[in-house]
T-cell receptor, first 115, second 115 residues
Framework: NAGVTQTPKFRILKIGQSMTLQCTQD?????MYWYRQDPGMGLKLIYY???????DKGEVPNGYNVSRSTTEDFPLRLELAAPSQTSVYFC??????????????FGSGTQLSVL | GNSVTQMEGPVTLSEEAFLTINCTYT??????LFWYVQYPGEGLQLLLK?????DKGSNKGFEATYRKETTSFHLEKGSVQVSDSAVYFC??????????????FGKGTLLTVNP
């Protein structure tokens, strides 16, 4: 059971570099989310998607972009990395089913440092 | 907007001790409430939930009651184990008709249980 898979697990970037954090899920979930987790600050929603071709901004979208060309994949793009983007990034998904919509399944995270 | 406030950690207990982690919330309407748990090196996973006032969510010996009058959802366990050591997050969903059920998380409380 793969669930939600994120790659890479760790990455160090230099200021101004770009990268894509990959996220894929094999549960046929419609909803997908990107969160960042800063120490002592909990999780903040960056972007979310309610289905293929549909994305929307969350609480902290600046400096990031997303796309959702398939149900399975929801990559997060950092175009010009900044030290403020040093964080742990979590991808999550949930089903369309009303009862389980709020049961998010999380990947194991990507630890990103921007130096 | 919606917000969740958790008690500050870290919390350190001996095995078999009683656990309470406080959580209060601010929301418009009638949110659903959740506790998520994050074990070391892993993503978050749903521990329990309650969808309306006076509901009690329970799982793995943990329980929490949705108290609308005090806007609280405190997590309790009668006898903790070393394996309960983790970070615990209280969360609420916007819910409501037409919502994509985005979650708002608290900052998390680190629990360490010593043998």
């Amino acid at each position: 059971n793969a669930g939600v898979t994120q790659t890479p697990k760790f990455r160090i970037l230099k200021i101004g570099q770009s990268m894509t954090l990959q996220c894929t899920q094999d549960m046929n979930h419609n909803y997908m989310y990107w969160y960042r987790q800063d120490p002592g600050m909990g999780l903040k929603l960056i972007y979310y998607s309610v289905g293929a071709g549909i994305t929307d901004k969350g609480e902290v979208p600046n400096g990031y972009n997303v796309s959702r060309s398939t149900t399975e994949d929801f990559p997060l793009r950092l175009e010009l990395a900044a030290p403020s983007q040093t964080s742990v990034y979590f991808c999550a998904s949930s089903s369309l089913d009303r009862v389980n919509r709020e049961k998010l399944f999380f990947g194991s995270g990507t630890q990103l440092s921007v130096l | 907007g919606n917000s969740v406030t958790q008690m500050e950690g870290p919390v350190t207990l001996s095995e078999e001790a009683f656990l309470t982690i406080n959580c209060t919330y601010t929301a418009t309407g009638y949110p659903s409430l959740f506790w998520y748990v994050q074990y070391p090196g892993e993503g978050l996973q749903l521990l329990l939930k309650a969808t309306k006032a006076d509901d009690k969510g329970s799982n793995k010996g943990f329980e929490a009651t949705y108290r609308k009058e005090t806007t609280s959802f405190h997590l309790e366990k009668g006898s903790v184990q070393v394996s309960d050591s983790a970070v615990y997050f209280c969360a609420l969903s916007e819910g409501g008709r037409g919502s994509n059920y985005k979650l708002t998380f608290g900052k998390g409380t680190l629990l360490t249980v010593n043998p």
